[in-house]
């Protein structure tokens, strides 16, 4: 699955290589995304405001089958905490617009007993429309991480609006997010 992503992100279009300051947060904040460049670094932090029993695990169809592997996906990530912090060197994304890309393993960190690294994290924008409710854009974040040599993948849908270019002057949006 690694290499399949891996071959998505090589084969994408060329993107400029830019600053990111990014924050999504929900109307009443559930789980909010920041990614934030300083000083030649770009730091990703998830936080899960109502704690870990609340978090974004999954994004997609689910089947019956798949239970058993989405509460064992929850044990492992609920010992990881309710706010994630990982970094990567600013070299390894690319921008376009709202869209970011960033791909390359970055050594471990222990988080309460685990080796975790993230060696991606991206977003998606999409529009759903239908007859009854009308058109609705979304962005969706994501992170990839490896814990204790699983791969998984922390996904967040956002409504377009909850999703500030230039998170970092917005001083409401700071005090919120940043403990």
Same mark, same amino acid.
């Given at each position: 699955?690694? #290499?399949?992503?891996?071959?998505?992100?090589?084969?994408?279009?060329?993107?400029?290589?830019?600053?990111?300051?990014?924050?999504?947060?929900?109307?009443?904040?559930?789980?909010?995304?920041?990614?934030?460049?300083?000083?030649?670094?770009? $730091?990703?932090?998830?936080?899960?405001?109502?704690?870990?029993?609340?978090?974004?695990?999954? #994004?997609?169809?689910?089947?019956?089958?798949?239970?058993?592997?989405?509460?064992?996906?929850?044990?492992?990530?609920?010992?990881?905490?309710?706010?994630?912090?990982?970094?990567?060197?600013?070299?390894?994304? $690319?921008?376009?617009?709202?869209?970011?890309?960033?791909?390359? #393993? $970055?050594?471990?960190?222990?988080?309460?007993?685990?080796?975790?690294?993230?060696?991606?994290?991206?977003?998606?924008?999409?529009?759903?429309?239908?007859?009854?409710?009308?058109?609705?854009?979304?962005?969706?974040?994501?992170?990839?991480?490896?814990?204790?040599? $699983?791969?998984?993948?922390?996904?967040?849908?956002?409504?377009?609006?909850?999703?500030?270019?230039?998170?970092?002057?917005?001083?409401?949006?700071?005090?919120?997010?940043?403990?």
């Amino acid at each position: 699955m690694k #290499s399949l992503f891996v071959f998505i992100l090589l084969v994408a279009t060329s993107l400029s290589a830019a600053e990111l300051n990014l924050g999504c947060v929900t109307e009443t904040p559930t789980t909010s995304f920041i990614a934030e460049t300083k000083n030649g670094t770009v $730091q990703f932090d998830l936080i899960h405001h109502f704690g870990v029993k609340y978090m974004p695990i999954h #994004s997609g169809v689910i089947t019956p089958n798949d239970l058993g592997t989405l509460s064992d996906r929850a044990s492992l990530l609920a010992y990881l905490g309710d706010h994630l912090t990982f970094t990567m060197p600013a070299e390894s994304c $690319q921008t376009d617009g709202v869209l970011f890309n960033c791909f390359g #393993s $970055q050594p471990s960190v222990e988080i309460n007993g685990h080796q975790v690294n993230i060696w991606a994290a991206y977003n998606t924008t999409y529009s759903e429309t239908s007859l009854s409710s009308g058109t609705f854009n979304y962005v969706t974040t994501n992170l990839a991480i490896e814990v204790d040599g $699983q791969s998984l993948f922390l996904p967040m849908r956002y409504f377009e609006e909850e999703c500030y270019q230039q998170f970092s002057k917005n001083k409401t949006l700071q005090k919120l997010l940043r403990k």
